[in-house]
């Protein structure tokens, strides 16, 4: 059996920030870990998120200045749920305000569960370029019905996906196969969600029939082969047998498109892996990543895998001291050598569609492809 390699995605232009703008949210889904969401957190103030913002358009303009590809920055809000904060639309004016003032192409995505007013939605869309909305089956038919017309007034007005949750208890996995079929009889944009981190024994992380997981693998074999929209959503429960996400493969969060290699020297352009286990590999996720966690004064590379220069995983620094990190690296991109991180992790919990090589040569040929005026060196912590 062929396995992946390399993953070639040197041609990305858009930097990602995600910004986790608090833990508080309307809702309360048993597969959200306790440490995701709350109901009680204090709002976050406009001063400290436009503070926030400021050191992020920073560190974006000392990234692209080693980046070959001319760099666009795209700032994703989630949560908890954003739109709860009542501060989070004069945040977006004001970070499209200094986007223009620096000259920077920038835009703004939102990942909410979609519970927000038809006009707020209004408001929102003139605000950002994206917006995804989470389904969840667990929520109160009369909200799952809001949703769903929020959905589908964003989708005649604007540029709008779904991450469909698909829960395991039956009742609710078949409630998503139909929103799956008539998402793509009305040409609505969607992802059907595995729910869980990275491993199958977390309490969190939802245990599939292989009927349920056969209807994943057919789903996403339609979907390469460019016939999803005849694809029959239907499927046949079996209690016999329970399967994971470490099974079943994923999709780039975004859909970005981008090359794998497989040890048979193969290469295909593809937006899901079957595999997604890069343990030793050397990874490029903070060159097009960072990941702000707003609550609890933390900035990280990446939001799930959480990759460090020093084969660990952690914070990178504070918001708080937000200054430290960017004089850090630029004193790191002054001495003209670069470290590489390599990852930790048994399972990439994200960033797959970034970057990455089990070799260590082919790390560094993706690196000199991507990164200008520095050289790799792989094994070694920032400075």
Not at 165 to 177: S, T
Not at 233 to 261: A, H, I, Q, V, W
Request: glycine share 4%; with cysteine; hydrophobic share 30%.
């Amino acid at each position: 059996m062929n396995k992946i390699i390399e993953i070639d995605n040197t041609k990305e232009q858009v930097f990602q920030i995600t910004w986790d703008v608090g833990r508080r949210c309307n809702y309360d889904c048993t597969y959200c870990p306790a440490n995701r969401h709350n109901n009680w957190s204090a709002h976050s103030s406009y001063k400290d998120f436009t503070k926030t913002l400021d050191y992020c358009m920073e560190y974006f303009e000392l990234i692209k200045t080693y980046m070959k590809t001319k760099q666009k920055l795209n700032i994703s809000f989630t949560g908890g749920e954003p739109t709860n904060n009542p501060n989070f639309l004069n945040v977006l004016s004001y970070y499209i305000e200094q986007s223009n003032k620096k000259n920077i192409q920038a835009s703004a995505s939102v990942t909410s569960n979609g519970t927000f007013s038809e006009n707020y939605a209004n408001e929102l869309r003139f605000l950002t370029s994206s917006i995804t909305i989470s389904y969840h089956c667990e929520a109160d038919q009369k909200i799952k019905k809001k949703v769903i017309d929020r959905i589908y007034q964003l989708h005649n007005k604007h540029t709008v996906s779904v991450n469909l949750m698909f829960h395991a208890k039956p009742e609710y996995f078949e409630e998503c196969v139909k929103l799956a079929g008539q998402f793509t009889r009305d040409g609505i944009s969607f992802i059907p969600r595995i729910i869980g981190e990275n491993y199958i024994d977390t309490p969190y992380s939802h245990r599939y029939t292989e009927d349920q997981h056969r209807w994943f693998t057919d789903y996403w074999s339609n979907k390469s082969n460019s016939k999803s929209n005849d694809a029959e959503y239907e499927y046949t429960e079996d209690k016999n047998k329970t399967y994971g996400r470490k099974t079943l493969g994923r999709p780039c969060c975004g859909g970005r498109e981008f090359c794998s290699k497989s040890t048979a020297g193969n290469s295909e352009l593809t937006s899901f892996l079957p595999n997604t286990e890069f343990k030793n590999w050397v990874c490029m996720v903070n060159w097009h990543w960072l990941h702000i966690e707003q609550e609890h004064d933390k900035v990280y590379h990446h939001q799930t895998c959480q990759a460090t220069f020093n084969n660990s995983t952690g914070p990178i620094g504070t918001i708080s001291r937000f200054d430290i990190i960017i004089e850090k690296l630029k004193k790191q991109f002054d001495s003209g050598v670069m470290p590489m991180i390599v990852c930790s992790r048994d399972i990439c919990g994200c960033g797959l569609c970034l970057s990455k090589a089990k070799s260590p040569d082919d790390a560094k040929k993706l690196f000199g492809n991507t990164v200008k005026y520095l050289k790799p060196e792989i094994g070694k912590s920032l400075y």
